[in-house]
């Protein structure tokens, strides 16, 4: 008897566990999403037609200055003066910063009051000689102690001349490393000048495309911040080595101008003919869906998108031109492809 109540009970368990395991199905597929395959996806369409589009050869480079050095004193001192900030506009020459040269002077002072009686022995010891009342040698040393003081003189002259440090060229300070009451030592950078006057423009050309570039021929630049104000560049440079993507350095040399005002770090363009016009089937970029290196769109066709292959034999800029797969009044689907897919019906926005 009590057998067949363990059986009974065991098998009870057994059809609770499988209708709670049953249950629980139904309340997931409950929740799962299921789309809707015959539900309208929306999109947006462009339809195709013939057209004209601008191209040119056009590379894409930086400008940097021509002239660009980090000012330091070539002798050691405190700063006393800084004349300059960041953003003056300084000409070749200019004073720049001012250095402690008070020692200095008093070194000079002294080496002034000993040529004053160097040069009162040589006057001596002239006289004397004439009237044999010293021997020569005495003059001769008073001589040399003489030209000696001379050139400690000279000495510390360019050393007083060095605590004023002048512009090496004309330019902008783009930088203030130090200030008044800083210790000044050679080698260690004060201020920074640039001179954008003049400026070097550079791009990374193809070694496919470098036959197109002579050296001191004159080349049409412009500005990204300016494209309407035409620039002139000379060729000065092309570079004999490659970079990481084979491509190789060619610099030109641009004329600034208070028009342009181009600042080191701008991007700009140097054109290498006229605008050439191309036309045909173009259509975005964004419409392409590339399947296992083949180029798609999707066509509509009686509210419904079709998946077609197209071959491209060009890009310009975001658009592709194509050669086959597309014909002239064709409308393609050029964004909403999220859960779209061969066959599904779709509404345009």
């Known amino acids: 008897m009590k057998k067949i109540i363990w059986v009974i009970a065991g098998i009870a368990i057994i059809g609770l566990v499988v209708f709670k395991l049953v249950t629980n199905k139904k309340t997931t597929e409950g929740k799962i999403y299921h789309?809707?395959?015959?539900?309208?996806?929306?999109?947006?369409?462009?339809?195709i037609h013939f057209e004209n589009l601008s191209a040119e050869d056009a590379y894409t480079g930086t400008f940097e200055p021509n002239?660009?050095?980090?000012?330091?004193?070539?002798?050691?001192?405190?700063?006393?003066?800084?004349?300059v900030d960041v953003g003056d506009y300084v000409s070749k020459g200019q004073t720049l910063i001012h250095l402690d040269n008070s020692l200095l002077k008093l070194q000079l002072q002294s080496v002034e009051v000993q040529i004053e009686g160097l040069q009162d022995d040589v006057n001596r010891y002239t006289i004397l000689m004439q009237a044999d009342a010293v021997q020569g040698i005495q003059l001769e040393k008073a001589k040399l102690g003489l030209k000696s003081a001379k050139i400690q003189k000279a000495t510390l002259l360019e050393q007083i001349n060095k605590t004023t440090i002048n512009a090496p060229f004309s330019g902008v300070v783009t930088a203030k490393l130090n200030e008044v009451g800083a210790f000044a030592a050679p080698g260690a950078p004060l201020l920074q000048i640039t001179d954008i006057a003049t400026l070097k423009f550079t791009v990374n050309i193809p070694e496919t495309d470098l036959k197109q570039f002579k050296i001191e021929q004159q080349y049409y630049i412009s500005a990204d911040i300016f494209p309407e104000i035409p620039l002139s560049g000379k060729l000065t440079m092309i570079g004999s080595k490659a970079n990481m993507g084979n491509s190789f350095p060619v610099q030109f040399q641009v004329a600034n101008n208070k028009q342009t005002a181009i600042k080191?770090?701008?991007?700009?363009?140097?054109?290498?003919?006229?605008?050439?016009?191309?036309?045909?089937?173009?259509?975005s970029?964004?419409?392409?869906?590339?399947?296992?290196?083949?180029?798609?769109?999707?066509?509509?066709?009686?509210?419904?998108?079709?998946?077609?292959?197209?071959?491209?034999?060009?890009?310009?800029?975001?658009?592709?031109?194509?050669?086959?797969?597309?014909?002239?009044?064709?409308?393609?689907?050029?964004?909403?492809?999220?859960?779209?897919?061969?066959?599904?019906?779709?509404?345009?926005?």
């Open 35 to 47: 789309y809707d395959k015959d539900k309208q996806i929306l999109v947006e369409v462009d339809t």
């Open 67 to 83: 002239k660009e050095t980090k000012i330091s004193a070539d002798i050691q001192g405190k700063i006393n003066a800084v004349l």
């Open 264 to 283: 080191s770090g701008m991007f700009g363009k140097v054109r290498l003919s006229a605008n050439k016009t191309e036309q045909g089937i173009f259509i």
């Open 285 to 349: 970029s964004s419409a392409i869906i590339n399947n296992e290196d083949q180029a798609q769109v999707y066509v509509v066709k009686s509210e419904k998108a079709v998946l077609r292959t197209i071959t491209i034999s060009n890009n310009i800029g975001n658009k592709a031109i194509v050669s086959g797969g597309l014909n002239q009044g064709d409308i393609v689907i050029t964004s909403g492809f999220i859960n779209l897919f061969d066959g599904a019906n779709i509404r345009t926005k």
